[in-house]
């Protein structure tokens, strides 16, 4: 039985931090029983439902969860799901039983009616929960503590998309559901104390949290809430969370320079985290609007960039990178090389002469770029000089991180944007492929192939699908990867327990 009525929770009033040091460093030794975790940036948002950035998907799991998560091998786990559905053969119903007992930060214990509306809210808000609903028959509580997910056709990448944290489909309880969130509700093992925008977030143990009690693994099983306090800081400078990392202002700081690599691995007090592989920096095209919408233009950019010194400018340590045109890195079950003779052309001469038959009459490429991640930007300078080689005439816009989320959003204010993503266990997790994403890449091929690789169910006939996926990716220019990075973060010497992830969490975390 659901409680009658639910206290709010808000962000309490803002007091002053005498620790805070130029908005964001805490000065001082620190409390054993709190976490000071330096991020790249300020999360714009607590709702990550309504974001697909890595920094609101590692601070708001700390006190959303969702149905599923990753253990330590990519593998879908339960978590507040209380197992794995059941699936009909047809692979149209999934019957999911929820956990019995688990209560919520205002002190409601969830049932099935949360788990739907917050589902129904994730289907129509959320990018990854829009680019799968129009597939969904509908959401419906057979149960007190029971959820029925009925397919309009089967859709292999499902239990991925529940599981991911970002774009998440996190539960909230019934009531505070909105199209805008302002009161944040979950079930995590921490909840908001307080937010000082641009300064910190406190999060503090809550006292009621049912953890799951099987071991520990990646993201899966316990959370033990080791420490009473986790406090999130953002910094959107990378050398001054270097620096703070080393004078024990910060716990642990993401999204560290390569170059600061063997200075904190020769410090005392301090260990790096070397994520290997991690990722794929890309530029992002604009198909709804501007210039990129000619695909002869589209393949100008393609064959002009120069992905080696673009690379090397970003990384500087051939360690840090690899210039590799395939979607997955060695090992990887998707590995593919269809279409990779496009990649890495590094032809302005080509590119010049598409951009004449193409008819360009010099309107400005816009890049939005950002450079809280300093590769970032160091990628776009590179790419500047060979897109201007080439005959583009090339307007950077240099923005924070928080503006170009906001931004990117308009498709009137950029041509590319630039940016990253983990590799990541499922393909269709990644929803620049998708029509519905920000990008509006639609083409009619495309979206045939895609819509084949999501509702096959045989694991070899998908892999090769997603070949020909990657193939009409490099054919139409669909998004540009620019190769693979290993990615740096680091933590003081006495922070155990943390998981090497690219959403970094700290609930199993103890501090000596």
């Known amino acids: 039985m659901k409680h009658a009525s639910k206290a709010t929770l808000r962000f309490a009033a803002p007091r002053l931090l005498a620790a805070l040091v130029a908005g964001t460093a805490l000065a001082g030794p620190a409390f054993a029983d709190t976490v000071n ?14 974001s697909t950035k890595d920094v609101v998907s590692i601070v708001t799991q700390h006190f959303l969860e969702t149905l599923y998560t990753f253990d330590g091998s990519w593998a879908v786990a339960p978590l507040l799901a209380a197992d794995m559905p059941e699936i009909s053969d047809d692979g149209l119903t999934y019957t999911i039983a929820l956990r019995d007992g688990v209560t919520f930060h205002d002190g409601s214990a969830m049932d099935s009616a949360d788990v739907v509306a917050s589902l129904e809210r994730w289907l129509a808000v959320a990018s990854r929960g829009k680019g799968v609903a129009d597939k969904v028959e509908a959401v419906e509580a057979t149960g007190p503590l029971t959820v029925e997910i009925r397919m309009k056709e089967a859709y292999a990448p499902l239990l991925s998309l529940l599981a991911f944290s970002n774009s998440a489909a996190v539960i909230y309880p019934q009531e505070t559901i909105a199209e805008t969130m302002t009161d944040i509700v979950g079930t995590g093992p921490y909840r ?7 300064q910190y977030l406190q999060l503090a143990r809550f006292e009621d949290y049912a953890s799951r009690s099987e071991p520990s693994d990646g ?6 809430q080791a420490p009473d306090e986790i406090r999130f800081l953002p910094v959107p400078d990378a050398n001054t969370r270097v620096e703070g990392l080393l004078a024990g202002q910060y716990h642990f700081a993401d999204g560290l320079p390569a170059e600061s690599y063997d200075r904190i691995e020769g410090a005392e007090g301090v260990e790096p985290m070397l994520l290997r592989p991690f990722g794929w920096p890309v530029f992002a095209i604009n198909h709804k ?15 002009a960039l120069p992905m080696d010194d673009m690379l090397y400018a970003a990384f500087g340590d051939d360690n840090f990178f690899v210039v590799d045109g395939p979607m997955y890195p060695e090992g990887w079950a998707w590995r593919s090389e269809a279409g990779t003779e496009l990649y890495n052309q590094n032809d302005q001469e080509k590119a010049a002469d598409l951009l004449v038959e193409a008819g360009y009459d010099g309107t400005p490429l816009r890049i939005l770029t950002s450079r809280q991640y300093e590769f970032h930007f160091k990628m776009a300078e590179v ?3 060979a897109l201007e080689a080439a005959g583009f005439t090339v307007e950077m816009n240099v923005v924070d991180w928080a503006t170009l989320g906001q931004q990117r959003n308009d498709p009137a204010l950029w041509d590319i944007y630039i940016t990253h993503s983990p590799f990541l266990p499922e393909p269709a997790l990644t929803d620049l492929y998708a029509p519905t994403s920000r990008l509006g890449w639609s083409e009619p091929e495309k979206d045939a192939i895609l819509a084949r ?17 990657q193939e009409k990716l490099y054919e139409d220019v669909g998004f540009i990867k620019i190769g693979g990075f290993n990615a740096l973060m680091g933590h003081a010497a006495g922070l155990e327990g943390v998981t090497a992830t690219p959403w970094p969490f700290f609930w199993n975390v103890t501090l000596d």
């Not at 908001?192 to 641009?198: F, K, L, T």
């Not at 690789?453 to 996926?469: I, V, Y």
């Open 453 to 469: 690789f999501t509702t096959e169910t045989d694991e070899e006939t998908r892999r090769e699908l997603f070949g020909q996926l």
């Open 383 to 385: 790419a500047k000089m």
């Open 219 to 224: 993201a899966a099983g316990a959370r033990t």
């Open 37 to 50: 975790v330096a991020i790249v940036g300020e999360a714009d948002t607590f709702d990550p439902m309504m």
């Open 192 to 198: 908001i104390v307080e937010h000082v925008p641009d």
């Open 289 to 303: 609007d501007g210039l990129l919408t000619d695909l002869t233009i589209r393949k100008a950019l393609q064959a």
